[in-house]
């Protein structure tokens, strides 16, 4: 889509579902990872949701058949997708490798993005949220801290043929960085590496070796276990997404907390300018969104539709706070000082439609989800646009994860508490539309990305230890 093509179609996502539009939590589903300890301190959960509106007030046209019925598909049974695509499974968490069997292949999958390799394969760079058990070892060397499982493996896999000749093929995976602890979503950079992000701020004295909350970047030409740096200037928080915006290489970043506030905590929308253009181990300078004159704004409940709401960023001084009791919001409070906004529970972003997506897993009046964009207008300054709310958990249920397709949709992976699962689109008229249907959820939908020439999405099912598929078929027909 042209700069043009994009703008209007957030602007139809703001003006054809006024209902709708408004204001991801990315934890282990159970039994996707081995027992964890030591216990941290449960936060404080967020008053229980207001009861949900029943099925008859769902608006028209949402959770629409833009690909048609969804039927069992051959391949995975598992799911329900539309007529005429294929979704194969390509590697499976807590088992060996099909390719390297030496490897016996962590669990916990969750955020993922795909690269392009020299050799034409595509490489899949992907995040195991695993947290720490006693019982096992890192799950590579060098690790970062010897008492966290989490980390990163990397998959190289195969794209041949076309149309109904097409086929995926996994060459290789191996563990890329070892050490780490609850690596939840994460992001892709332009200049070709990932992102991980841990989701845990916990430290020495939880029982750590040493401190966690922070990002950790993973070339996409490791061939083996990384040397494990955090980069620590980009912030200690629960960290969840990072989106790169390519045309300035500031990394933005969300933060997966509830909002509280008679306990002064929320979520902070984070950028890291940095000192030098690509190179991150170089520090730079960590900011959080503020709304323009509404100091402390709370964007977790109900935005005004389609409304453009001005930015700008407060300086965060101390990025990387001690430990201590109120770490997990140590940054977040410092923003808050300055006049930051406050979001809950802020999950899933990426760059696209020349600015950041960004998800509020239980934001809305409904606390089922809600869809950001933010635009940059000027080096300091932006717009912030609430593009979408759930109004019910039966048109879109506490999203998480999303990936903006290369021919201008939106996808978003479901991580609520339903039966049945989801991956949603939302298409160019405001509408959410049912694109896979998990009918027995074993754990949530994560890592929504496409291969560099848009032919196959790939995707995780961090339940069960964790899988990840391959999909494809006539995108055309549809507006993915």
């Not at 992001?187 to 004295?205: A, I, K, N």
């Not at 078929?473 to 993915?480: F, L, S």
């Amino acid at each position: 889509m042209s700069s043009m093509d994009r703008r209007l179609f957030l602007q139809r996502l703001a003006v054809t579902a006024p209902s709708l539009i408004g204001l991801a939590r990315c934890g282990e589903s159970p039994g996707t990872a081995p027992p964890t300890a030591p216990a941290a301190p449960a936060p404080t959960p967020e008053p229980a949701p207001a009861p949900e509106p029943p099925p008859p007030v769902v608006p028209p046209g949402d959770a629409g058949p833009d690909y048609g019925a969804l039927l069992t598909s051959l391949d995975s049974p598992e799911f329900e997708i539309p007529d005429g695509f294929r979704c194969v499974p390509l590697s499976k968490g807590y088992v060996d490798s099909s390719v390297r069997p030496e490897l016996r292949v962590p669990g916990a999958f969750d955020g993922m993005a795909a690269f392009p390799l020299p050799n034409g394969n595509v490489r899949l760079i992907r995040n195991h949220e695993m947290r720490v058990n006693p019982r096992a070892e890192p799950i590579g060397e060098p690790y970062y801290d010897l008492m966290a499982r989490g980390g990163t493996t990397s998959l190289e896999v195969r794209i041949s043929g076309t149309g109904a000749d097409l086929g995926v093929e996994l060459v290789d995976e191996f563990v890329s960085l070892a050490g780490t602890i609850t690596n939840c979503a994460g992001g892709p950079t332009p200049w070709g590496s990932w992102l991980s992000c841990e989701e845990d701020v916990r430290g020495l004295e939880a029982g750590f070796d040493k401190p966690h909350g922070y990002v950790f970047e993973v070339p996409v030409s490791a061939t083996g276990p990384v040397d494990p740096v955090p980069l620590k200037e980009m912030g200690r928080f629960v960290h969840e997404a990072a989106a790169v915006d390519p045309k300035t290489g500031f990394v933005y970043e969300t933060e997966d907390m509830g909002y509280r506030e008679d306990e002064r905590k929320g979520s902070g929308l984070y950028r890291f300018i940095p000192n030098r253009p690509e190179v991150l181990s170089a520090g730079g300078r960590l900011q959080m969104l503020a709304i323009t004159d509404r100091p402390n704004m709370v964007l977790a409940r109900a935005q005004t539709p389609g409304v453009a709401l001005p930015v700008h960023w407060v300086d965060i001084d101390d990025p990387d706070p001690p430990a201590d009791a109120d770490n997990p919001v140590g940054v977040y409070r410092q923003g808050l000082a300055q006049g930051a906004a406050s979001f809950t529970r802020l999950e899933g972003a990426w760059y696209g439609d020349d600015g950041i997506y960004i998800v509020s897993t239980s934001g809305g009046v409904a606390r089922r989800g809600q869809v950001f964009h933010y635009r940059p207008t000027s080096e300091d300054a932006g717009e912030l646009t609430a593009i979408y709310e759930s109004p019910s958990s039966a048109v879109l249920d506490a999203p998480d994860n999303i990936v903006a397709s290369p021919r201008g949709g939106v996808l978003l992976c479901e991580d609520g508490g339903n039966e049945a699962l989801y991956i949603r689109g939302l298409n160019r008229e405001g509408h959410i539309f049912d694109f896979v249907r998990q009918p027995n959820a074993v754990g949530e939908f994560a890592g929504t990305c496409f291969s560099p020439d848009g032919r196959v999405l790939f995707f995780n099912v961090q339940g069960g230890g964790g899988t990840t598929y391959a999909m494809w078929g006539p995108w055309e027909t549809g507006p993915v």
